[in-house]
DNA sequence: CATAGCCGCCTTTTT
DNA sequence: GGCGGCTATG
């Protein structure tokens, strides 16, 4: 059977029609569980049936996960060799190191993290002689990602700002990027400007790219930035054929830059698309994509759509509220236990949660109920210190001019070269106009340094060196030989006990360098180094493992599992308290993330929030997520405030019910449930004071500093504290009761 | 020059 | 609560 024929008698006729469309633009308007991952591989099965070559097809996937999962399910159709699937970033690493000459970009870069970028702005801010109290390097970077990510230059973006902080910013931005090329280093955002540029500035090399690439195919379109879109117009210039997929209710990543526009508008920017919409769900029963549907519903800023269900009804979606975040932790890994006593395999389990510090406490939940779990944080291993000291002599081989990673092991093991000594090499290195890794080659002609010094730093020259001379070929034997000879190892083996998680691990870098080596035809440093850059939370999943899975909803994207689990549903959690109360557009994204984790659950979905919850070391009353209240659910199906659950199926109930209410009616129900929620909060008998009209997000007066938003309540009674920011800028904490506020 | 201990800062989501 | 950076001390 050719893929073609599987294509013919498996797919509906929507499917079909996405992928035997061959030339030209495409838009598939995806919803969840509608089988577009399915229909991107039989495209590409399809393309190959219709004759065009494997390698002259490109996909991009939103992670190294989805572009591994794609490769194999492409393979089983006999369809995948030499096609080029992987992330936009992955992407542009390739390009960058095959053309970059043509940037300035010298192919051995290395790429920088948070951290190493945190380093760089620090450096940045201070040499434009800036306050680091006034100008914050983590703002800084966050406004310089910004610019990058909209593909604005230094010197684009300091010829059109005219305010001071403007000014300042564009000093910093431009100082920032000199140190980076400097140090041959790219940051995350670079990856994708330099390679936009590079595409826009170099029609030869865009051409070339064009005739390679004949067939582009992007999953995940909704969460593209602006530089991502610029180089999909650039690979797709020549030819339109050009296939992106998506759904604008799972767009997720505003925040670092994804543009719903890219999406929205892709019938103006290419008018003869086809576009065909995938709105059937394969995936979840309907009790499930009710709840879905009713929540995505109150976003305003959408075309209104519905998820068709093809499942018959299932387990009743459960909604529970539990004392504190240790009762919800002790009721999920319960129900969990009795679904695994009852023949679910862990692998079909999964618990979603807004932000990583959650995982801590469910961890040690599962721990004590022997549940198997894996926590889906892949970067995790890369930030610990062992590793990154590995890496940082790895990085100094690869790239000499990486003096982020010079600094961090010049004297890591200890080995005598303080900070008198560096400062001596710097100052060497700046009167010289040579970089600091030349400096320190020449240890022993700089006068300033005492002989004892020197030699110190002439010995690691010398050792890095000898590293360098065997840096060709596989990594794994380099990994291994850096960590005996560099003194790293001596100085772990020397912590004793201390030392061996750190050993371990040091050595498990080893093995994925060996697996690596494996797995590559040609292995070599700088290519490990800059996947490895690129490695990302969620490709740490592996369901093979056996284990239940926990990790944040936005890590959750594009999985699914048949029992989801999804915790602390509470104001100030999800919706998030950083997302700002009063941008509705931030306000929806938070939605939309709910709307993601609910749409992962295939047959049962629990919903849970904490009545307290332990933020910053203190246990404060929380308030039930706004969201809980536009899920549908009739109140007497929500927990009631004084409930004292301590299951999960204690408040299940049948969602099919409510089918056919009109949304109107289940609004007004909403903001009925809403109120009772946040009203007057009783504990242990206490006075029930009037908070109601006290909710975050609300207007208020206030006589001194005038109008404001609510943006957090801790209520403590007739003692509750209110936090407002007012529209002069300034946040204030008041006591509520003294605080004559007026709601309005 | 190294180390320990303390202080103060930040604290969402991630390629 | 956790980490990085700074200071004081050996």
Redesign the pocket.
């Known amino acids: 059977m050719t893929s073609n024929d599987a294509a013919q008698c498996r797919l509906t006729s929507s499917q079909q029609k996405a992928v035997s469309h061959i030339d030209g633009p495409l838009l598939v308007l995806a919803g969840p569980g509608s089988g577009k991952t399915r229909v991107i591989t039989f495209r590409i099965a399809a393309l190959i049936d219709h004759g065009v070559p494997p390698r002259n097809i490109c996909a991009i996937t ?2 190294n996960k989805a572009a591994e999962q794609m490769r194999q399910r492409a393979a089983a159709l006999g369809a995948s060799a030499g096609a080029h699937i992987s ?3 992955s992407l542009c690493v390739r390009l960058l190191r095959r053309y970059g000459a043509a940037a300035g970009i010298k192919p051995n870069f290395s790429i920088y ?3 190493d970028q945190s ?1 760089c702005i620090k450096a940045a801010v201070r040499d434009c002689q800036l306050d680091t109290a006034n100008f ?1 390097p ?1 703002r800084m970077l966050a406004a310089v990602s910004t610019l990058k990510n909209k593909l604005i230059a230094p010197e684009a973006f300091k010829s059109r700002t005219n305010d001071f902080f403007g000014e300042a910013l564009a000093r910093v931005y431009a100082r920032y990027q000199r140190i980076l090329a400097d140090l041959n280093a790219l940051d ?2 670079d990856l994708l400007m330099k390679a936009a540029f590079m595409l826009e500035e170099n029609p030869n090399i865009a051409a070339q790219l064009a005739d390679r690439f004949r067939y582009l195919l992007i999953d995940e379109y909704q969460d593209t930035n602006h530089a991502q879109y610029r180089i999909a117009r650039s690979l797709a210039a020549a030819h339109h054929n050009i296939c992106a997929t998506g759904d604008p209710d799972q767009s997720i990543y505003r ?2 830059g994804a543009d719903i526009r890219n999406i929205l508008a892709f019938e103006e920017d290419y008018p003869d698309a086809l576009i065909v919409k995938l709105e059937e769900n394969f995936r979840s029963t309907p009790n499930i994509l009710e709840i879905a549907d009713n929540l995505i519903a109150h976003n305003k800023h959408r075309k209104p759509k519905r998820l068709v269900p093809t499942l018959p009804n299932g387990h009743a979606v459960a909604v529970t509220a539990f004392e504190d975040e240790y009762e919800e932790a002790r009721g999920l890994a319960r129900t969990i236990s009795d679904l695994i006593d009852a023949g679910v395999a862990p692998t079909d389990i999964a618990v979603f949660y ?4 959650m995982s801590r406490i469910v961890e040690e939940a599962f721990i004590r109920a022997r549940i198997p779990y894996q926590i889906v944080r ?2 995790e291993f890369y930030n610990r210190k062992e590793i990154r000291d590995v890496l940082a002599y790895l990085k100094l081989i690869a790239n000499p001019a990486d003096e982020v990673a010079l600094l961090r092991i010049i ?1 890591t093991p ?8 560096l400062d001596r090499l710097a100052n060497y290195a700046s009167r010289h106009g040579i970089p600091l890794h030349n400096a320190v080659a020449r240890a022993a002609e700089i006068e300033a340094l005492p002989k004892a ?1 020197a030699l110190k730093v002439a010995t690691f020259a010398a050792l890095i060196d000898k590293f360098r001379a065997s840096a060709e070929g596989p990594v794994g034997p380099l990994v291994e030989l850096v960590f005996n000879e560099s003194g790293l190892y001596d100085s772990l083996r020397a912590l004793g006990p201390d030392g061996r998680d750190a050993i371990e691990n040091v050595e498990e870098l080893a093995n994925s360098a060996a697996g690596y080596d494996g797995r590559t035809e040609e292995p070599s440093l700088v290519d490990f180094l800059q996947q490895i850059a ?1 490695f ?4 740490a999943y592996d369901p093979s493992k056996g284990q239940v899975a926990l990790m ?1 909803l ?2 959750a994207k594009g999985l699914e599992f048949d029992n989801a689990f999804i915790i602390g549903l509470e104001e100030g959690l999800l919706p ?1 308290e ?2 700002d109360a009063d941008d509705e557009h931030d306000l929806e994204e938070e939605r939309r993330l709910l709307f993601v984790g609910i749409t992962r659950a295939k047959s049962r979905l629990h919903i849970s929030y904490a009545r307290y919850r332990t933020i ?2 203190q246990m404060l009353r929380s308030v039930p997520s706004q969201f809980l209240f536009e899920l549908g659910i009739p109140e007497s199906a929500l927990p009631s405030d004084d409930d004292d659950d301590d299951d999960f199926d204690a408040d299940s109930f049948d969602t099919t019910r409510g089918r056919g209410a009109g949304s109107n009616a289940r609004r007004d129900k909403a903001a009925g449930l809403s109120e009772g929620f946040s009203g007057p909060i009783t504990r242990g008998g206490e006075q029930p004071s009037d908070v109601a009209p006290f909710t975050p997000g609300r207007k208020v007066r206030h006589p001194h500093f005038g109008h404001g938003t609510i943006r957090k309540l801790i209520n403590l009674g007739p003692d509750s504290i209110i936090e407002v920011r007012f529209n002069t800028g300034q946040t204030k904490s008041l006591l509520l009761k003294y605080a004559h506020l007026e709601p309005l």
């Open positions: 939103f992670t992330t936009f970033h993290d948070d951290a380093k914050p983590s995350f955002d925040w670092r807004r932000v990583n510090a892949g970067v004297n200890a080995r005598g070269i303080g900070k008198t000594t010094a690129l990302s939370d969620a490709d944040t936005h890590a998030h950083r997302t910053r070391g």
